[in-house]
Protein backbone atom coordinates (compact mmCIF):
# COMPACT_ATOMS: atom_id res chain seq x y z
CA UNK A 1 0.00 0.00 0.00
CA UNK A 2 3.01 2.33 0.78
CA UNK A 3 4.93 1.20 -2.44
CA UNK A 4 1.22 2.27 -3.98
CA UNK A 5 0.42 5.74 -2.70
CA UNK A 6 4.40 6.36 -3.41
CA UNK A 7 4.19 5.43 -7.45
CA UNK A 8 0.99 7.28 -7.23
CA UNK A 9 2.71 10.51 -5.77
CA UNK A 10 5.59 10.32 -8.32
CA UNK A 11 3.12 9.99 -10.97
CA UNK A 12 1.35 12.93 -10.15
CA UNK A 13 4.41 14.83 -10.05
CA UNK A 14 5.37 13.99 -12.98
CA UNK A 15 2.07 14.62 -14.87
CA UNK A 16 1.81 18.29 -13.36
CA UNK A 17 5.42 19.08 -14.64
CA UNK A 18 4.53 17.63 -18.17
CA UNK A 19 1.78 19.85 -18.35
CA UNK A 20 3.35 22.91 -16.79
CA UNK A 21 6.17 22.11 -19.97
CA UNK A 22 3.24 22.12 -22.25
CA UNK A 23 1.12 25.32 -20.85
CA UNK A 24 4.97 27.01 -20.91
CA UNK A 25 5.20 26.25 -24.89
CA UNK A 26 1.92 27.15 -25.26
CA UNK A 27 2.17 30.65 -24.21
CA UNK A 28 5.06 30.98 -25.20
CA UNK A 29 4.20 30.48 -28.62
CA UNK A 30 1.22 32.74 -28.30
CA UNK A 31 2.56 35.57 -27.07
CA UNK A 32 6.01 35.77 -28.66
CA UNK A 33 8.14 34.76 -26.45
CA UNK A 34 11.66 36.18 -26.66
CA UNK A 35 14.53 33.68 -27.06
CA UNK A 36 17.87 35.17 -24.86
CA UNK A 37 20.92 34.58 -27.54
CA UNK A 38 23.44 36.57 -24.70
CA UNK A 39 23.94 39.06 -27.31
CA UNK A 40 23.62 42.57 -27.26
CA UNK A 41 20.99 43.82 -29.69
CA UNK A 42 23.09 47.29 -30.75
CA UNK A 43 24.51 47.86 -33.66
CA UNK A 44 23.56 46.63 -37.36
CA UNK A 45 22.96 47.95 -40.87
CA UNK A 46 23.46 51.38 -41.66
CA UNK A 47 23.73 53.61 -44.87
CA UNK A 48 25.75 57.15 -44.71
CA UNK A 49 27.76 59.69 -46.13
CA UNK A 50 30.95 60.09 -44.52
CA UNK A 51 32.67 63.33 -44.27
CA UNK A 52 34.69 63.15 -47.52
CA UNK A 53 31.16 62.98 -48.94
CA UNK A 54 31.57 59.19 -49.93
CA UNK A 55 28.33 56.92 -49.02
CA UNK A 56 29.18 54.10 -46.59
CA UNK A 57 27.79 51.41 -44.70
CA UNK A 58 28.69 48.94 -42.10
CA UNK A 59 30.50 46.67 -44.55
CA UNK A 60 33.08 49.80 -45.05
CA UNK A 61 34.32 48.88 -42.16
CA UNK A 62 33.85 44.88 -41.89
CA UNK A 63 37.39 43.48 -40.40
CA UNK A 64 37.80 46.38 -38.21
CA UNK A 65 37.29 46.81 -34.93
CA UNK A 66 34.99 50.23 -34.03
CA UNK A 67 34.32 52.85 -31.33
CA UNK A 68 30.96 54.28 -32.19
CA UNK A 69 30.20 57.60 -30.57
CA UNK A 70 26.72 59.62 -31.21
CA UNK A 71 26.88 62.95 -30.96
CA UNK A 72 26.58 66.80 -32.74
CA UNK A 73 29.07 69.59 -34.02
CA UNK A 74 27.50 71.93 -32.14
CA UNK A 75 27.71 70.31 -28.77
CA UNK A 76 29.09 72.56 -26.07
CA UNK A 77 31.07 70.02 -24.18
CA UNK A 78 30.45 66.30 -23.71
CA UNK A 79 31.35 65.44 -27.78
CA UNK A 80 34.59 67.25 -27.59
CA UNK A 81 35.64 66.44 -24.26
CA UNK A 82 34.33 62.44 -25.26
CA UNK A 83 36.40 62.89 -28.91
CA UNK A 84 39.29 63.56 -26.94
CA UNK A 85 39.40 60.78 -24.68
CA UNK A 86 38.61 58.64 -27.33
CA UNK A 87 41.71 60.18 -29.76
CA UNK A 88 43.62 60.26 -26.33
CA UNK A 89 43.02 56.49 -25.88
CA UNK A 90 44.19 55.60 -29.19
CA UNK A 91 47.03 57.34 -29.03
CA UNK A 92 48.21 55.86 -25.84
CA UNK A 93 47.43 52.10 -27.46
CA UNK A 94 49.71 52.94 -30.91
CA UNK A 95 50.47 50.26 -33.20
CA UNK A 96 47.96 48.20 -31.01
CA UNK A 97 44.84 50.13 -32.05
CA UNK A 98 45.71 50.57 -36.33
CA UNK A 99 42.66 47.91 -36.41
CA UNK A 100 40.59 50.58 -34.24
CA UNK A 101 38.45 52.92 -36.55
CA UNK A 102 36.55 56.19 -34.44
CA UNK A 103 33.34 56.34 -35.66
CA UNK A 104 31.30 59.75 -35.01
CA UNK A 105 27.85 59.58 -36.10
CA UNK A 106 25.74 62.84 -36.01
CA UNK A 107 22.46 63.32 -34.43
CA UNK A 108 22.12 66.88 -35.90
CA UNK A 109 21.70 66.06 -39.67
CA UNK A 110 20.47 69.53 -40.30
CA UNK A 111 23.07 71.15 -39.54
CA UNK A 112 26.09 68.77 -39.80
CA UNK A 113 26.73 68.75 -43.53
CA UNK A 114 29.68 66.52 -44.79
CA UNK A 115 31.57 70.08 -44.92
CA UNK A 116 31.14 71.07 -41.35
CA UNK A 117 31.94 67.28 -40.63
CA UNK A 118 34.98 66.63 -42.35
CA UNK A 119 36.35 70.44 -40.75
CA UNK A 120 35.38 69.30 -37.11
CA UNK A 121 36.33 65.09 -37.48
CA UNK A 122 39.83 66.95 -38.27
CA UNK A 123 40.42 68.66 -35.00
CA UNK A 124 40.21 65.37 -33.01
CA UNK A 125 42.12 61.83 -34.62
CA UNK A 126 43.57 61.50 -38.02
CA UNK A 127 41.42 58.26 -37.85
CA UNK A 128 38.38 59.43 -37.25
CA UNK A 129 35.35 59.21 -39.40
CA UNK A 130 32.54 61.43 -39.28
CA UNK A 131 29.19 60.47 -40.42
CA UNK A 132 26.41 62.14 -41.53
CA UNK A 133 23.11 61.32 -43.39
CA UNK A 134 19.76 62.49 -44.06
CA UNK A 135 16.91 62.72 -41.21
CA UNK A 136 15.89 59.36 -42.30
CA UNK A 137 19.43 57.81 -42.43
CA UNK A 138 20.04 59.32 -39.18
CA UNK A 139 16.86 58.19 -37.23
CA UNK A 140 17.68 54.31 -38.33
CA UNK A 141 21.26 54.30 -37.51
CA UNK A 142 20.14 55.42 -34.24
CA UNK A 143 17.31 53.14 -33.64
CA UNK A 144 19.68 50.28 -34.71
CA UNK A 145 22.77 51.37 -31.72
CA UNK A 146 19.67 52.26 -29.40
CA UNK A 147 20.78 56.05 -28.50
CA UNK A 148 18.37 58.24 -27.19
CA UNK A 149 18.49 61.34 -28.96
CA UNK A 150 15.91 64.88 -28.61
CA UNK A 151 16.12 68.25 -29.81
CA UNK A 152 15.73 71.02 -27.34
CA UNK A 153 15.63 74.88 -27.10
CA UNK A 154 18.47 76.58 -25.98
CA UNK A 155 16.62 79.21 -24.31
CA UNK A 156 18.83 81.75 -26.09
CA UNK A 157 17.32 81.99 -29.45
CA UNK A 158 14.68 81.38 -31.20
CA UNK A 159 16.84 79.84 -33.89
CA UNK A 160 19.63 77.63 -32.03
CA UNK A 161 18.65 74.41 -30.63
CA UNK A 162 20.66 71.84 -28.87
CA UNK A 163 20.31 67.60 -28.44
CA UNK A 164 19.83 65.80 -25.38
CA UNK A 165 21.77 62.25 -26.59
CA UNK A 166 22.85 59.69 -25.07
CA UNK A 167 26.67 59.97 -24.53
CA UNK A 168 27.69 55.99 -24.41
CA UNK A 169 30.98 55.10 -26.75
CA UNK A 170 30.46 51.92 -28.34
CA UNK A 171 33.28 48.76 -29.20
CA UNK A 172 32.10 46.90 -32.03
CA UNK A 173 33.99 44.05 -33.28
CA UNK A 174 35.33 43.68 -36.54
CA UNK A 175 32.28 41.45 -37.60
CA UNK A 176 30.14 44.36 -35.85
CA UNK A 177 29.10 42.49 -33.00
CA UNK A 178 28.89 44.60 -29.86
CA UNK A 179 32.08 43.64 -27.22
CA UNK A 180 31.22 46.89 -24.34
CA UNK A 181 30.80 50.04 -23.94
CA UNK A 182 32.52 53.38 -22.06
CA UNK A 183 30.06 55.15 -20.55
CA UNK A 184 30.82 59.02 -20.54
CA UNK A 185 33.43 60.40 -17.79
CA UNK A 186 35.24 57.19 -18.60
CA UNK A 187 39.39 58.52 -18.26
CA UNK A 188 41.63 57.80 -20.83
CA UNK A 189 43.50 54.88 -19.26
CA UNK A 190 40.32 53.26 -18.53
CA UNK A 191 39.39 53.57 -22.40
CA UNK A 192 42.69 52.15 -23.13
CA UNK A 193 42.37 49.17 -21.16
CA UNK A 194 39.18 47.91 -21.94
CA UNK A 195 40.12 48.69 -25.38
CA UNK A 196 42.95 46.58 -25.19
CA UNK A 197 41.43 43.69 -23.91
CA UNK A 198 40.16 42.41 -26.84
CA UNK A 199 42.70 43.13 -29.46
Known amino acids: MKRHSLLLLGFIILACGLAALAIGKRRGMSEGQVIVTGKALIGGPFNLTDHTGKRVT ?19 DICPAELQVISAALDQLGERATNVTPLFITVDPERDTVKKMAGYVGNFHERLVGLTGSAEDIRAVV ?5 YSGKVDDGHSSSDYLFDHSSVVYLMSPSGEYLAHFAYGTGVDKMAKGIAKFL
Open 58 to 76: EKDFAGKFTLVFFGYTSCP
Open 143 to 147: KTYRI
